[in-house]
Antibody, heavy 119, light 110 residues
Framework: QVQLVESGGGVVQLGRSLRLSCAAS????????MHWVRQAPGKGLDWVAV????????YYADSVKGRFAISRDNSKNTLFLQMNSLRAEDTAVYYC????????????WGQGTLVTVSS | QTVVTQEPSFSVSPGGTVTLTCGLS?????????PSWYQQTPGRPPRTLIY???TRASGVPDRFSGSILGNKAALTITGAQADDESDYYC??????????FGGGTKLTVL
């Protein structure tokens, strides 16, 4: 069965960096685009970034452009999110989600990893 | 900056029917936006309900249906049950590799 397991979250100081990972299993990872979506405490879902199946195209929300970088290692079935210059407003649970082939929708979601940016 | 709009809250009686909507601050939602719907309960990840306007995800009961109603995407729950009490989010594909979520609707079943 499809599994997405995020890791790498934790408490980080303002302005520092953190790298999240999402380990995928149960499907052919290299065939699927992948997203990061976040949710601040008590708030709604917020799309962060997407990467195409071959890593050839990457897109970001304006709020993270220039600070975050999405990448993937298809040989290790792993998705990454490098987060730099972290701000208090980046505090959130970060989910990885699979892009449903042939659509612009999400199908499977991970359990999420909490990132807390503290001063 | 286009905003995706959803009703902040809605209530439905057990067994009743409710329609949640997903609109745009400017313009109309069409199938070209690939509207999709997600259900979330506190402390849990989202669960995909509906994708590409009206296709139910695997395992989703047929009392959940999606459509375009007027200028909005819509999620209709027919025969609401207690465990449908959740937050519901829509997301639209805005083109050029950009997605925007609505603010979510908190559904109460009482």
């Amino acid at each position: 069965q499809v599994q997405l397991v995020e890791s790498g979250g934790g408490v980080v100081q303002l302005g520092r960096s953190l790298r999240l990972s999402c380990a995928a299993s149960g499907f052919t990872f290299s065939s699927y685009g992948m997203h990061w979506v976040r949710q601040a405490p008590g708030k709604g879902l917020d799309w962060v970034a997407v990467i195409w199946s071959d890593g050839g195209e990457k897109y970001y929300a304006d709020s993270v452009k220039g600070r975050f970088a999405i990448s993937r290692d298809n040989s290790k079935n792993t998705l990454f999110l490098q987060m730099n210059s972290l701000r208090a407003e980046d505090t959130a649970v970060y989910y990885c989600a699979r892009r449903l082939i042939g659509t612009n929708c999400f199908d499977y979601w991970g359990q999420g990893t909490l990132v807390t940016v503290s001063s | 900056q286009t905003v995706v709009t959803q009703e902040p809250s809605f209530s439905v009686s057990p067994g009743g029917t409710v329609t949640l909507t997903c609109g745009l601050s400017s313009g109309s939602v069409s199938t070209s936006y690939y509207p999709s719907w997600y259900q979330q309960t506190p402390g849990r990840p989202p669960r995909t309900l509906i994708y590409t306007t009206n296709t139910r995800a695997s395992g989703v009961p047929d009392r959940f249906s999606g459509s375009i109603l007027g200028n909005k995407a819509a999620l209709t729950i027919t025969g609401a049950q207690a465990d449908d009490e959740s937050d519901y989010y829509c997301v639209l594909y805005m083109g050029s590799g950009s997605w925007v979520f609505g603010g979510g609707t908190k559904l109460t079943v009482l």
